[in-house]
């Protein structure tokens, strides 16, 4: 079935969607959990197939990392889904109720936004989440993931269907793109006719792609050149640990620190112990002229190191003589994802915390916490770096809209 044949049947079933109660929605997403633990055998099989051939087509170790499923991750997902089923339903919530000059009682009342695409690249377990969010929150989605995550995204989404035909729901609530050729994935970009919003998940260049070309409305998502600045104010202790972890717990995802900027008071006590840390860890540095001064082995820093998302166990390292700076260059080279401080100055706080435009910034603490699980937002459909709808961590209530429902008795105009 090509991608548009799939949208219009997502753009038929989510008209059923709107009528559903939270409670036929949250035991769909509960039966979506538990089939996908039991079907974990089956999930990781048709993962171990799409693993090896993108190994053997030379995909790097950490796109590898976000394409791998193991039980641990599987659990987490299903996790994931019972959460976004715990939820506070975001449907039907009174944002407004007033009666207007005229007499008639207008209220105004979240609503699904429709028929959802998601574009995204090689990580699975996206689609689990993608699922649950567009589902909870009365939305049909259309998912096209990268061919190298087929099977398992397939996998997933088989489960999902079993669920949504257990409960009388129509399976067309979610689709899985079959491998669309470009053409097919570009026609489908220019389908409002069907599709009502498009969420690209992954890269710049993917991002870009989407926004420069979509026809349909699109949030922008993902792209992450995150940075961690140490004040002359910060327990260095505290730093180590903070760089360590935004740095290298996982260096694949979209909120992992891409650039350390140090202050140059704090540079001769603390950059040669984190370069050392960060070495012990695999972590391969690029530094500017100052940095490379105070420490051996630190490769040289192009202009274009500074806007690269890496995505492993990559990164690069500036020192910069005051807080202003350092907001100047996150503001240059950065993608408005997440940022972060840490120091003990009051003023240097507040300098970096309003002067900076991004969707989160962090005080004393790691960028990593950008996450919709995190935020106690269930999953989460992506972190939007754009300002219209929705920022940061898209959550149940960034998949909705609002309608104006009047009550009158008889008033005309």
């Known amino acids: 079935m090509n991608l548009i044949e799939q949208a219009r049947l997502a753009k038929k079933a989510s008209s059923s969607l709107r009528m559903l109660d939270s409670e036929t929605r949250n035991r769909v997403l509960l039966t979506f959990a538990d089939l996908l633990i039991r079907n974990s055998d089956e999930v990781i099989t048709a993962n171990r197939e799409d693993l090896t051939e993108a190994e053997n087509s030379g995909m790097s170790s950490a796109m590898l990392d976000r394409l791998m499923l193991n039980e641990a991750r599987i659990k987490a997902m299903a996790e994931g889904i019972r959460q976004v089923a715990s939820l506070e339903d975001p449907l039907g919530k ?19 936004i429709g028929v959802i695409g998601i574009i995204f690249e090689s990580r699975p377990n996206v689609t689990a989440d993608c699922a649950a ?11 096209k993931g990268g061919k190298e995550s087929y099977r398992s995204c397939k996998a997933i989404v088989d489960a999902m269907k079993e669920a949504l035909q257990s409960c009388g729901v129509s399976e067309d609530a979610v689709m899985l793109a079959e491998r669309p050729s470009h053409a097919e994935t570009a026609e489908f970009m220019k389908c409002r006719e ?8 992954g890269g710049r260049n993917l991002i870009r792609a989407v926004v420069e070309n979509a026809e349909v409305p699109a949030i922008e998502t993902g792209a ?13 202790k505290m730093a180590e640990e903070i760089v360590i972890n935004a740095k290298c717990s996982r260096p694949s995802v ?19 112990q984190i370069v050392s840390l960060l070495k012990e860890k695999g972590v391969i540095i690029y530094g500017d002229e100052k940095a490379r001064a105070l420490c051996d082995g630190l490769k040289e820093a192009e202009e274009a190191s500074w806007s690269t998302e890496y995505d492993d166990l990559i990164m690069n390292l ?13 503001e240059t080279y950065g993608t408005h994802h997440s940022e972060a401080i840490i120091s003990e100055d009051d003023e ?27 935020f106690g937002l269930g999953a989460e459909i992506g972190i939007s770096t754009q300002k219209l709808h929705a920022r940061g961590p898209m959550g149940l209530s960034e998949l909705t809209s609002y309608c104006y429902r009047l009550e009158g008795k008889g008033e005309t105009r």
């Open 94 to 112: 009174v944002l407004e109720d007033r009666v207007i000059p005229s007499g008639i009682r207008l209220k105004k009342i979240t609503v699904p």
């Open 133 to 143: 969010l567009c589902f909870k929150s009365g939305n049909a989605c259309v998912l």
């Open 194 to 201: 069907y599709v009502d919003l498009l969420i690209p998940r």
């Open 224 to 236: 992450g050149v995150c940075h961690v600045f140490v004040d002359a104010a910060a327990d260095l």
């Open 254 to 272: 979209c909120n992992a620190m891409e650039t350390l900027l140090v202050h140059e008071a704090a540079a001769k006590a603390f950059v040669p």
């Open 318 to 330: 500036k020192i910069v003589s005051s807080v202003q700076e350092a907001a100047e260059h996150i």
């Open 348 to 374: 240097s706080v507040r300098y970096f915390m309003e002067s900076i435009d991004s969707a989160c910034l962090y005080h004393n603490a790691s960028t990593r916490f950008t996450d919709g699980f995190e």
